[in-house]
Each structure stands twice: as C-alpha cells, then as structure tokens.
C-alpha cells in the first residue's frame, strides 16, 4: 500500500499545475493556479462542504477504518483482489450501457469480450483471463462518462456523508449504475449481507488514502477535492485506457524539447568561447569527477532523473499477501510505533516514529526526511529499515520546514532562519530521545542522525552546533544532497513552480494527462523495469514544480491559520496563490535590510570550520543536482574533501534505489559500528 500512497501524493503534486487560464492568471498576478478550479469550477458550498468532510473524516476514524482492520485481518489481499474482481465482471450491464450512449465501439466490444471470457475461463470473475491470455485490460466506464458525453453539465462539487467528494451529475450516474446493477435486485437478507461485504471490500483501499490525506497536508480537504476532480477528468478523457494514453502522446512537449536544445546550443557555445579565452588553472576550478560511477545510467534530465527517488523501496515477503490495514501486515513501516513530546508549552505535540532492539544497548539512528516531509515518509522508513537491520534503533522525525512541526511552535514564530530553527530542531531530539530513554529504560550510548535533502542540511547544522558548544548527544551525521546556499536553492525551486506557465493551451487536459501516466507506471508495477522514466523533461517540471509548492503552501496555511484572524480559508488561498519560497522569505522572516543577513546564515560557508575541522560526518551528492551550483559543490568538496561521496548521476536524490549507492551507505555504516566498538 506504499505505492498507492506514494501515487496518491504523485497524484496530488501532478493534477495541480495547469488549473487556471493564462490571461486570468495574468490578470491577478498569481504565481500558482487556482488548482482546483479549472477542474470543480467553483466550490460553492465550501463552508457545508468542510464541515462534512470533517465529518466524514471522523466517522472513517471511529467506524469505517476499524471494518477495514478486520476485514483486511480476515482475508488475504489475493482474495480481496479476487472478490473485486468478480464484482467488477457482474457490473459489465453498466459499462455496456454506458459505452452504447457515447458511441463507443472499442469499449462495447472491449466489455463484451472480457465479460464472456471472465465468466467462464476467468470461473465468474474471480480470475482476469481476458487480461492475462488475451491482453483486454478493463475499461472502468460509468453513467456519469455517458451524461458527460450527451453535454450534461458537472453542477455543484459537493462532499456527501460517506458518499464523499461529488457532484451532480455524479450522482445522478451513480443512481443509474445503481439501477443498471444485477446485485441491485437480490433482495434476500442473505444476499444484503453479502452486498454489505462486497461495499467493505471494494472501499478497503481508501484507508491508506486518508492517511495520507490527514497526515502529510496541512488542509486534508482542499486535497481531497482536487484528487476527485483530476480522477473525473481522467476517466472523461478515458486516459485510464492504455491504448487511449499511448495515442495522446503531447507535441508541444516536443516543440518545448526544440527550443531548449537550441537555446542550450547556443550558451554552451558561448560558454565554450569564454572558456577557452580565460583558462582558469586554480585547483578549485578544476573539472570535479565522480567518486562512484554508476554504469549503465540512462541519465535524461536532473529534474526527471531525481524523480527516480520513487524506485527506492524496500522489498518485503509479506506486503503482497496482507492488505497494508491487516493486523497480520509485517511491512517495517507497521513495525513502527508513534509518541509524542511537547517542544512548546501548550502547543500541539509533536508526534514522532520509533522502532526499538531488543537490545538495550542498541545504538539508535535519528532521521531526518526532505522538505516538507512528515514521519510518514517513505524513505525514512526504508533508510530506518536499513539501520534496523544493522542493528540500530530507530527514531523517524519529520523536517523542520512542515507544517506540523510549525504547528509545534509558538504562533508567532515562523521557520526559515536556520540558526533559530536549529535550536527547536536539538529540543526536540533532545525530547525525544529523552522519552524514549525513560520509556524503555534506555540510555542510548551510541548516535546517528541522517537525512536527505533539506533534512540533510538539517544534520550538517546539528553537526556544527555540537561542534560549536563543544558537546552534544549525536555521534556521527550523514548527509544526502544537502543545499549548500538555501537562497541559491530555492531560486531554483521558484523557477521550476513557474513551469505551468510553459502551457497557455490546454493546461486542464496536460494535467489529466500527466498524471494518467503517473497512475498507469504504478498500476503496472513496471517502474524498476525502466531504464528511463516514461515522462516528458516538461512534465516532470509540472509534477516537482506542484510538489515544492504544496509543502510551501501547508507551511503557509498554517501560519495564517494559527493568527486567528477571521479569514476564510479560501481567503487563506487567495495568499498561497500568490507566494513562492523567496516571496515567503520576504514577507514572513525578512525586511530588506535583513535580507543579506538571512543570506549569509542559510548557506554553508556559515559552517566552514566544522566542515573542514570535523571527521564525524559524511556528504553524498551527484554532479548534476539541480539544487546546487557546480561552483558550490567544488568549494563543498574542497572543504570536506573525502568525506564528501559524489555520484556520476542522480542528481537530486535520484540516485538512492541503486545498488552503488545502497552498498555504499551499508560500508558507511558498518565503519560506524566498528568504531563504536573501539
């Protein structure tokens, strides 16, 4: 289940770029779309809407997600699959009906075909032969698709109790379905027992996408509408049809692809040019070279090449065989227990992840994920599994820069300013390991703290404060990627945002599309198959541009949110709408007198003396990650020498599923653990 949340947040990221009109945009001097917009229209019954949705919210935790822990308990996933499977086959009425009123052939003979062969070689659904001998994959048509097709308009988005997210020709399909549905007339009290299981199995999905929904956004609902609206556009333009995805390939990505040659043409010329006319000889200016070259890398782009973070997974025997609710799921990241501890007095507490060794003695690793990432970050539990098994305890914390450790803080503080943030970032793994100390009886001898990214530049600052002090409770650091300039960093990221504006065509069908691609990569399972990601340079941009300014966009409603001003939380929007990381670093934590001061403490020359004085450290980075500058990372190297690792590819992070870079960080331990022991 891993993978739907990690398609749930690619979906998130992806559906919400392109959702406003470029002259509109222009007009209001926005820097993001209204994202979801160009999708629901407007959302005229949000304060009602809201108030459900809470609702609803509340009712999954006391009742519905405790069904799904018994169910998932009870059955196994492949029998699960199964059940859902057959009850699809016994809808093939609806989709035929539907596919009649839009004309459509392919999907009338595609249904037909499949529903005969699924009845009887596929023993009544339960298998899908028609799939697997005879490559029909399922067309999910509705009587919604059919309304839209006959020009019926979408009406009102509206959140129903336990219905959800809909609107009203939604509902209407839905009532039609409903009737169209064999199962629908077997009145027996027999039978509405068995209809009552079907409902539990075929929504038990919905639980790992709630979790994320709640756990990782600072506003659960402004998601949840923009997830159903990208669905609904997907399944109007039947991009969840393979051969229906393959036929939309997108030319003005091509046309975009031309022109970026050209333009990189032309500089790398000049460039060449200038080159050659002032040799440079200082030792520093040398080409840097890779300490660990990773063969066979079919580099793209560093934008798209980071995106290859989502191959780093861990494998584990069970995860196919129990759903990810069952009480009988072993995955690491069930093995993890959840605590709290209080940074600020009468603040939220801030929640924290841990896994402990039976023995007492155990070292412990501490974790830090990238920007805007919370305990429920993937990789750290696959970095906390790797630990694990080495012997270490386990303690995951979310980065600093996220809206629940804001929410920790008090109201008036904002994050940004990493001499300030560094000292809640120590109280709180101070806390921590104190909690646990007391909890266990655990004393916790030996320490480690890694992270990547912005949770990287986290670690190497922890390291220069208990360089500073001269004491501290963390042994040794590891740092993945880390910015060296913040400003320099963000720069990068604010222009990467912008991307939408690259489309003054049709930006709703490019965000439906994209994200139909993304969907279609994890439904097939086939992404560690690819030498190559199947996405444009350009769609890559929109999916990381949404996924920076999501984080930035919790980090802002939480902050507007805690001043209690009265303001409405589309009002709140109208503000994020608006703003981008260096906007934020003016308007929140800065005047323009401040503004070089804030630059100098948030780059890494601020830390040279433990950089270069200090051995309890090591850095990975690659020589082509967009978030630091080839000049930055030469002074980086000089500064730390071999205790800087630098990879031939990857870019930003994109390098974590490969083997070199596992193998590496298995030795780095293993020399951690040796020196322990002397």
Known sequence: MKKIITLALLLNFVFAHGFAFAEAVSEKNLKHPRYYEIFINQDKYEKFNRKVFNFNLKMNKIFVKNLHIVWDSIFPAFL???????????EYPKRLVSALFQRDLDAIKNETKRFIINTTIGVGGLFDSAFKFFNLEMYDEDMEQAFAKCKIKSGSYLVLPFISSTNTRDIFGRIIDFLLTPTTYFM????????????????????????????????????ARKFFGVQKQIKLSNYDRKNVLEKNKDDFDDELELVDKKNTEEHLEVKGKIENEHKITSDINQELTADIYLSDYKAQNPIL???????FDIKNENKHFWKEYSIWNRDFSKKLKIDFVEITQNKPKYAFKYILQKEKSSPLVIIFPSVGEGINSNHSAILGSIFYKKGYSVLILGNYFQWEFLKSLDDNYKLGNINEDIKYINKLVNKAIIKLSSKYDRIFLKRTAIGTSLGAYAVLYLGNKQYQDGAGNIDNFIAICPPYDLFYAIDKLDKIM?????????????????TAKVMRAYKEKNLNKFETLPFSKYEAELISGYLFHQKLSDIVFQ???????????????????????????????????????????????????????SDNYRIYHSLDDYLISNSQLKTLKEKCENKLKIFSNGAHLGFLYRDEFKNELSNEIDEILKSYKH
Not at 188 to 212: G, S, W
């Open 498 to 514: 912008s991307s939408w504006q690259k489309y003054p065509g049709d930006l709703k069908n490019k965000i439906a599309l994209t």
């Open 305 to 311: 090449d980071s995106m290859r973070t989502a191959l």
């Open 80 to 90: 699960i699959d199964a059940i859902n499977r057959a009850y699809y086959n016994i």
């Open 188 to 223: 027996a009290p027999v039978a509405a027992a068995i209809k009552t299981a079907l409902l539990i199995n075929r929504t038990e999905f919905i639980q790992p996408v709630i979790k994320m929904v709640e756990s990782n956004f600072a506003d659960p609902y402004d998601i």
């Open 559 to 613: 902050i507007e949110k805690s001043k209690k001003n009265g303001l409405k939380e589309s009002e709140i929007y109208e503000n994020i709408y608006t703003i981008n990381f260096n906007d934020y670093m003016s308007k929140y934590l800065s005047d323009n007198n401040e503004n070089e001061l804030l630059k100098k403490i948030n780059n890494m020359n601020s830390i040279s003396d433990y950089l270069i004085n």
